[in-house]
């Protein structure tokens, strides 16, 4: 049984005056004032308290939390708290996206653009995605950008030569950056952004003239978030800020000059939709797991049944990722297509 600290240590969902914003009543990417309730939700992923909001806007289907967290909240939800528990299984099905094949895929799709002096990964982490782009781009300088000194390691471990560490939309490092880039690339990075209209300008700031930016993102109009409701992995409240719909992110770079060279959902899908689905469901439905915030400790019995349970489930959370993959040929072509790639070039 994991031991409980004292409630000043523990995350407060009562406290919404310093984790959230005040809500907003229009879009924060067109203004409207049309808003609708996508979904109302708790952490389902990491078990953490408070409740989140997602609200799209009628207009233009900018997807967004509302209210939105602080950054003091969101550092709560991102920090890992020591006998938390995890859904381990949502945990390994999310990290599909950040692949080895999906980054060959990302990196292989530039190789027409000819090879660059130099890239910048925005949101890089480990800096996974530049180590395996290097194989397609050997003569490329490669640097990478990270809120998070995990990018000081991954210069350690040669897979960026420069590691900057911060956020693209602080002037300073803009400055420092500008013009400097063939190639910018943003992976699954502006979901999780305060604000990812600045994140695109600062992106092009960087960029030098004619230089290409490559951007993968998730889907608010496919249709298994309708389907899935708050079980769609790719809400992943409350992480997650911001969805983009791909007519808003194209209307967006073509307002900045830029030409839109790609925009295509196949490449970027990732099949695991319905197993994440079933994973948290099965997850949700068996009895609460311990955490570290709660005040009373569940019976250990409940625990090891939980355990065993989750167990049980395995074969369910397998046949429907099986599924994931004999639909992923149709899914990727159609309306359930749950991400989307944007190759664009900057004017000249």
């Known amino acids: 049984m994991s031991a409980h600290p004292a409630p000043s240590a523990l995350p407060a969902p009562q406290a919404t005056a310093r984790v959230h914003e005040p809500r907003r009543e229009d879009c924060p990417w067109c203004g409207s004032a049309r808003l609708k309730n996508r979904l109302r939700t708790g952490d389902l992923r990491r078990y953490k308290p408070g409740s989140f909001t997602v609200d799209e806007c009628r207009d233009c289907g900018h997807t967004f939390q509302n209210p939105r967290l602080t950054v003091e909240g969101l550092a709560l939800y991102h920090r890992t708290v020591r006998g938390a ?4 299984v949502a945990d390994a099905l999310l990290a599909l996206r950040g692949s080895r094949h999906r980054h060959r895929s990302a990196a292989r799709a530039m190789r027409r653009f000819g090879e660059p002096e130099s890239w910048l990964d925005v949101g890089t982490g480990h800096a996974r995605f ?3 782009a290097r194989e397609f781009f050997p003569y490329t300088a490669f640097d990478g950008l990270d809120p998070t000194p995990r990018v000081v390691r991954a210069r350690s471990a040669d897979r960026v030569e420069e590691a900057h560490v ?3 939309t602080d002037p300073r490092m803009a400055t420092a950056l500008r013009a400097r880039y063939d190639v910018v690339s943003m992976l699954h990075h502006l979901e999780g952004t305060a604000d990812p209209r600045a994140e695109l300008r600062a992106a092009l700031s960087v960029l030098r003239p004619g230089g290409h930016l490559l951007v993968e ?4 109009r496919s249709a298994f978030a309708a389907l899935l409701g708050r079980r769609w992995l790719a809400y992943d409240q409350p992480r997650h800020l911001h969805l983009l719909p791909p007519q808003n992110l194209r209307a967006e770079l073509e307002a900045a000059g830029c030409t839109i060279l790609t925009l295509d959902h196949r490449p970027a899908h990732v099949p695991h939709d319905l197993a ?6 099965l997850s949700h439905a068996l009895p609460a797991p311990d955490t570290p915030w709660r005040a009373i400790p569940p019976p250990q019995a409940h625990q090891h049944a939980r355990a065993a349970l ?5 074969p369910l959370v397998a046949l429907a990722a099986v599924t994931d993959h004999l639909i992923a040929p149709m899914a990727r072509r159609t309306r359930f297509a749950n991400a989307y790639r944007v190759i664009a070039r900057k004017p000249t």
């Open 85 to 88: 528990p995890r859904d381990q």
């Open 130 to 132: 530049p180590a395996t």
């Open 166 to 168: 911060g956020r693209l």
């Open 217 to 220: 993102t998730l889907n608010p």
């Open 276 to 281: 994440g689905a079933t994973a948290l469901a």
């Open 310 to 314: 989750l167990r049980a489930g395995i």
